[in-house]
């Protein structure tokens, strides 16, 4: 019995190792479709000035617009695009796509985007970013490029050479999630940063946590000595806001302030701001 047990067992793990690949396969020949029909699609995260609630800008995020089962998180598909080369057309394509939304947007307005590291391989990185910015006609100076620390740079030469190709041409830089990688402080020499975004795992639990309140705050006083502004990414609230306004962060994002938001959600808060052209109302006069 408990042979047969065993093997039950042993056949049972089979089973669901199977269906696991089995979903991954689906979901990688389901992103190969998606990306030339554009259904990895921009949603607009934003980013504030802590303290007067300023709107500075957003952060792109990719989301996958299923056509059966809804929006999928980056999440469950970055890592797949990494694995199998498709990171680079997916980013061109989400890049492409927030640059032509965010054109005509404010101009005080930054959009940031994130690169992986993976992408860093590619030495034609840049002359491809710098060709979507021409293409769509948005200015390098209103776009931050966000670079995760995660495994940075296995061939930091190349990655140095992109970055400075990059900001050359007025593109600004961000170290994200900060904090959480390997030999963080090293990276902070690395490359050109302009900015560092604290990750939200000390930002989330920065009440609870009193360790995690000691990470945010010497990582604000390494910003200040480094003369590097300094991001929060993860204010749920508004009692995390404030602690972050006192230890002396200068920006904000998170679901305080909203949840990501699509193109046309991302317009109508724009409108309401006045931080768009305005487009007459249907049916309005337009010339009255
Ligand atoms: P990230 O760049 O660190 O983005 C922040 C993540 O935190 C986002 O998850 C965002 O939705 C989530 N978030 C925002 N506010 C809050 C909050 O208040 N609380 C909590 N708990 N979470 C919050 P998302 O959209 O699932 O993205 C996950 C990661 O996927 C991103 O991390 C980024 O590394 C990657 N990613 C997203 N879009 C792209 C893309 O277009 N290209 C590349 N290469 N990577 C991307
Ligand atoms: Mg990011
Ligand atoms: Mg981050
Ligand atoms: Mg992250």
Redesign the pocket.
């Known amino acids: 019995a408990a042979k047969k047990s065993g093997k039950n067992r042993h056949a049972w793990f089979d089973a669901s190792m199977e269906r696991d690949l089995q979903a991954r396969n689906e979901l990688e020949s389901g992103l190969r479709v998606a990306i030339p029909r554009h259904q990895i699609v921009p949603y607009f995260?934003q980013q504030v000035e802590l303290g007067s609630g300023k709107l500075t800008g957003f952060?792109?995020?990719?989301r996958w617009e299923h056509p059966t089962r809804g929006l999928i998180?980056?999440?469950a598909f970055?890592p797949i695009a990494e694995e199998t080369g498709m990171?680079a057309d997916l980013?061109l394509s989400?890049m492409h796509q927030a640059f032509t939304a965010a054109r005509d947007w404010d101009p005080g307005l930054i959009i940031s985007i994130?690169?992986?590291p993976w992408?860093l391989r590619d030495a034609w990185l840049a002359q491809k970013i710098i060709k979507v910015l021409t293409e769509t006609g948005f200015p390098a100076r209103r776009c931050e490029i966000?670079i995760?620390e995660t495994a940075l740079f296995d061939n930091l030469a190349l990655a140095q050479s992109i970055v400075g190709s990059l900001k050359n041409q007025g593109v600004r830089l961000a170290l994200?999630?900060f904090g959480t990688g390997y030999s963080s402080l090293a990276h902070l020499r690395a490359l050109p940063f302009d900015r560092i975004k604290i990750d939200?795992s000390f930002v989330?639990s920065l009440i609870e946590s009193a360790d995690s309140a000691a990470i945010v705050g010497a990582i604000a006083r390494l910003g200040e000595s480094l003369n590097l502004p300094v991001t929060a990414?993860?204010?749920?609230d508004a009692e995390i806001e404030q602690r972050l306004t006192a230890i002396g962060v200068s920006k904000g994002?998170?679901?305080?302030y909203g949840k990501?938001l699509s193109v046309a959600g991302a317009r109508r808060l724009l409108a309401e701001r006045r931080l768009i052209p305005q487009a007459p109302a249907a049916g309005a006069p337009i010339d009255a």
């Open positions: 995260e952060e792109v995020l990719a998180s980056p999440e970055i990171i980013s989400v994130n690169i992986s992408q966000e995760t994200d999630d939200k989330t990414e993860g204010v749920e994002q998170g679901w305080y990501p």
